[in-house]
């Protein structure tokens, strides 16, 4: 008896079957990394969104502004200091990225204004290290007055500044927020060197990888 001898391999279908799988889990890596991405983007959205409620909500409670509030004392603290009170002019004094000092900034003291009023959680102590807010990216947080000084040059009486948003995310939280341009519009995108804000451009343009801080006004 002629044994034949049969060569091992795959058939065309078997092939065509495991590029249809492949491709199938590709689609699936990819559709859950957009969700991630889409949540991502909710998030920091959130936080631009909540923070002109704190503002509104202590002006509505105390006719005053958070951090600004020149009887912050007697509307926050029961039996003693638990803050310090602004200087009532009617502008939240400092820096969005201030940082705690022995003199807090009005920047620095908007958060506690609005979580001993009960706005907002989160430590009432400026010695807490969890004190100062973070996005979910990890970036700092913060508020400030408008106006000429104001970072990237946004408009509005309040600017509210995030940081450490990667280029990728900030196209659609323009886009949720605003004009879908982080050039234009009321919130605008930046990239930081030593503390300087350079905003993006067709000279400085977003590049997807890059964090940046992201700001806008109120």
């Not at 909540?50 to 503002?55: D, V």
Request: net charge negative; hydrophobic share 40%; glycine share 12%.
């Amino acid at each position: 008896m002629q044994s034949k001898s049969r060569s091992a391999g795959f058939t065309l279908v078997e092939i065509a079957i495991v590029l249809v799988i492949v491709g199938l889990l590709m689609g699936g890596v990819l559709k859950g990394q957009e969700l991630i991405n889409s949540a991502k983007v909710k998030n920091l959205a959130q936080d631009f969104r909540t923070i002109p409620l704190y503002i509104y909500g202590y002006q509505d409670k105390y006719r005053a502004l958070p951090g600004d509030d020149l009887r912050a004392q007697t509307h926050l603290c029961t039996t003693a200091a638990c803050t310090a009170n602004g200087d009532g002019n009617g502008q939240i004094g400092g820096s969005w990225d201030d940082t705690v000092t022995a003199t807090p900034s009005e920047a620095v003291l908007f958060w506690q204004h609005i979580r001993l009023a009960r706005l907002a959680s989160g430590a009432t102590a400026t010695t807490d290290a969890s004190y100062l807010p973070v996005n979910s990216e990890g970036g700092r947080i913060g508020v400030q007055s408008g106006g000429a000084a104001a970072p990237l040059g946004v408009q509005g009486s309040h600017v509210v500044c995030s940081a450490a948003i990667q280029g990728k995310y900030i196209r659609q939280l323009d886009t949720a927020l605003d004009d879908g341009s982080p050039e234009t519009g009321s919130l605008r995108a930046g990239s930081s060197v030593n503390g300087t804000l350079t905003a993006v451009s067709a000279a400085n343009p977003l590049d997807d990888s890059t964090p940046y801080v992201v700001c806008m006004g109120i």
